[in-house]
């Protein structure tokens, strides 16, 4: 699976004109579950992203977690993240998990990363979604299980 983690001030997700997920302080994650992934990478994911040690401290450094600081997350499937645009300007999307693998593995991210203790909101799976957020920092991580492999 693959994560584009932004720690932000802020989050909002809605679809059309309703608000379907929002947060305060905290991280915006983007996920895609690529073709192969398990429930076992969902986890693993999930734990890395709720360890993250990229919010400061009392002296200012980035050495606390989304845990550690109290913040929320907001959690948004992302399947372009699975672009391959090593040939042509036209990205493809077959190393993407298929929707209904994809949309279990999405969920169970997000149940994850409710179990480390941390409020989760989310998107809605497959919609065409209008993403909000002030990125504090900037700070943005790119992160994926097969890295670790």
């Given at each position: 699976?693959?994560?584009?983690?932004?720690?932000?001030?802020?989050?909002?997700?809605?679809?059309?004109?309703?608000?379907?997920?929002?947060?305060?302080?905290g991280?915006?994650?983007?996920?895609?579950?690529?073709?192969?992934?398990?429930?076992?990478?969902?986890?693993?994911?999930?734990?890395?992203?709720?360890?993250?040690?990229?919010f400061?401290?009392?002296?200012?450094?980035?050495?606390?977690?989304?845990q550690d600081?109290?913040?929320?997350?907001?959690?948004?499937?992302?399947?372009?993240?699975?672009?391959?645009?090593?040939?042509?300007?036209?990205?493809?999307?077959?190393?993407?998990a298929?929707?209904e693998?994809?949309?279990?593995?999405?969920?169970?991210?997000?149940?994850?990363?409710?179990?480390e203790?941390?409020?989760?909101?989310?998107?809605?799976?497959?919609?065409?979604m209008?993403?909000?957020?002030?990125?504090?920092?900037?700070?943005?991580?790119?992160?994926?299980?097969?890295?670790?492999?």
């Amino acid at each position: 699976m693959r994560a584009l983690v932004q720690r932000a001030a802020r989050g909002k997700v809605s679809v059309g004109a309703e608000t379907v997920g929002e947060i305060g302080p905290g991280l915006v994650v983007l996920v895609c579950a690529m073709a192969g992934d398990s429930e076992a990478e969902a986890v693993s994911l999930a734990r890395r992203v709720a360890k993250l040690r990229i919010f400061r401290d009392d002296e200012g450094r980035m050495n606390r977690s989304v845990q550690d600081s109290g913040g929320e997350a907001l959690v948004i499937s992302q399947f372009t993240l699975a672009a391959d645009t090593r040939s042509g300007n036209r990205p493809g999307f077959s190393s993407a998990a298929p929707p209904e693998i994809a949309e279990a593995l999405y969920l169970r991210f997000a149940d994850a990363l409710r179990s480390e203790g941390i409020t989760v909101a989310t998107g809605r799976f497959g919609a065409d979604m209008a993403v909000e957020l002030i990125n504090d920092g900037p700070v943005t991580i790119w992160l994926d299980t097969a890295d670790r492999r």
